[in-house]
């Protein structure tokens, strides 16, 4: 399963996403939160997006390994 990371349009959220045709779209949703203070929002920003790619590429590790 081939996915990718994607930034939600409508929420402070990433989201991991088949690429494949006629796959389940929205795989997950790594959601962060926002404060008054810059450097825990990048922090936070940035953790959700190291999760979310951890998601996909173990998804695409996964649906790869023969059984």
């Given at each position: ?20 045709l ?11 939160t ?21 998601i996909?590429?173990s ?9």
């Amino acid at each position: 399963m081939k996915t990718e990371v994607v930034h939600s349009r409508s929420k402070d959220a990433w989201n991991v996403v088949g690429t494949e045709l006629g796959g389940k779209y929205k795989i997950a949703r790594i959601p962060y939160t926002q404060s008054d203070n810059d450097i825990l929002n990048t922090r936070w920003k940035h953790e959700a997006l190291e999760i979310a790619m951890h998601i996909s590429k173990s998804m695409e590790t996964f649906n790869t390994k023969e059984r």
